[in-house]
């Protein structure tokens, strides 16, 4: 239940015990132990894919994976009923409760392998796609339906079309990144509100000097030769090469004295960001995209769209055709994987038991 041998100690206390409920206590207490969750979350963490890198050449590390592993872990110590611990991971910055916990369970979407630099970035688009439904389908409801990618399945009924329409239910999920960026779309900022504001006013501050010292440069690049002037549209370092040099030469002793005090006024304010404690964040889907139309992909390929199709759940169920009215989307997200995470924790669902 644990992982782990018993000591001589728990050993000679059980054989010591007379009473008839000592396997009992001994269960009890196995099922406290907070290496119960260690253990028995491992094997969730197999099914839906758990890595702490990205896989392929690079291999990078992925920030914060561990919140979502110890997230497991907790909700298996504290006995989370399955439907809400599902609901969470596929939805959990949809619920009418988002919490800190919730959307560390959307890390599930950050999971699986990502490649920073695809031959093909829109076949990597729905590979991505592919791995989260594959997952999904296989863990979640005990089905395979990723075969129906590029064809219809050949042994449970269901169609390539089913298969687009569950893509179209993922449609707002976005990438782990681009090879430039590969922080904005995974990582979320959960720190206190008090932190919050105290990072908003010190960039505020930056904001602020950066642009009254920017106006006094101007002023001055104005006056400057024609040559100097183009330099500083240049690349950074041939701008700041020209402040350097030749800033001082073209500005009054008025405007030199407080382009200074802006610089001191930068260097203190820059300082105390440094200073201010690290933000929070954990790992998750931390933005979303606007679902595009989705399509039948002919043989699997993305470059052969066939007819469009609509987000829907696999036809074998017979269940109510969605229409808009049942997402609630937002700003930032479209409301369809919270649809989709109630639909699969129904207790109507004949499948998720499995």
């Known amino acids: 239940m644990t992982g782990l041998p018993p000591t001589a ?60 592993r110890d997230y497991v872990i907790e909700s298996f110590n504290e006995d989370k009923p399955y439907d809400q611990f599902v609901r969470e991971q596929l939805a959990g910055d949809e619920l009418d409760d988002i919490t800190t916990e919730t959307l560390t369970a959307t890390g599930y979407y950050r999971l699986g392998i990502w490649d920073d630099e695809p031959a093909d970035p829109l076949q990597a688009r729905y590979d991505e796609l592919d791995d989260i439904i594959m997952t999904t389908s296989q863990v979640m409801l005990g089905l395979t339906i990723n075969c129906s990618r590029c064809h219809d399945h050949k042994i449970d009924p269901i169609p390539q079309e089913d298969y687009y329409s569950l893509v179209a239910l993922f449609g707002d999920v976005t990438s782990w990144g681009s090879r430039g960026d590969q922080r904005s779309n995974n990582q979320i900022d959960v720190s206190s509100p008090e932190l919050t504001a105290r990072y908003q006013a010190n960039d505020e501050a930056k904001r602020r000097i950066e642009a009254a010292r920017r106006e006094i440069e101007q002023e001055g690049i104005a006056k400057m030769p024609a040559p100097d002037q183009r330099a500083t549209e240049g690349p950074k370092k041939d701008r700041n090469r020209v402040l350097r040099e030749k800033l001082r030469d073209h500005l009054s002793d008025e405007q030199w004295k407080t382009y200074r005090s802006l610089d001191a006024e930068l260097k203190e304010v820059v300082q105390a960001g440094k200073e201010l404690p690290p933000r929070e964040m954990v790992m998750g889907l931390a933005k979303c995209r606007e679902p595009e139309e989705t399509f039948v992909l002919t043989r699997g390929s993305p470059h052969a769209p066939a007819q469009a199709v609509r987000p829907a759940f696999p036809s074998i169920f017979e269940a109510e055709p969605l229409e808009p009215h049942h997402f609630e989307s937002t700003d930032r997200s479209s409301g369809r994987r919270r649809v989709l995470a109630e639909w699969i924790t129904s207790s109507d669902n004949r499948l998720s038991s499995r």
């Open 9 to 68: 100690a728990q050993v000679k206390a059980f054989v010591d015990d007379s009473d008839p409920a000592a396997f009992e206590k001994v269960i009890d207490s196995l099922l406290e132990s907070p290496h119960y969750g260690e253990r028995w979350g491992r094997h969730w963490l197999d099914l839906v894919r758990y890595a702490e890198t990205n896989s392929y050449e690079r291999d990078g590390v992925k920030p914060n994976a561990w919140k979502y």
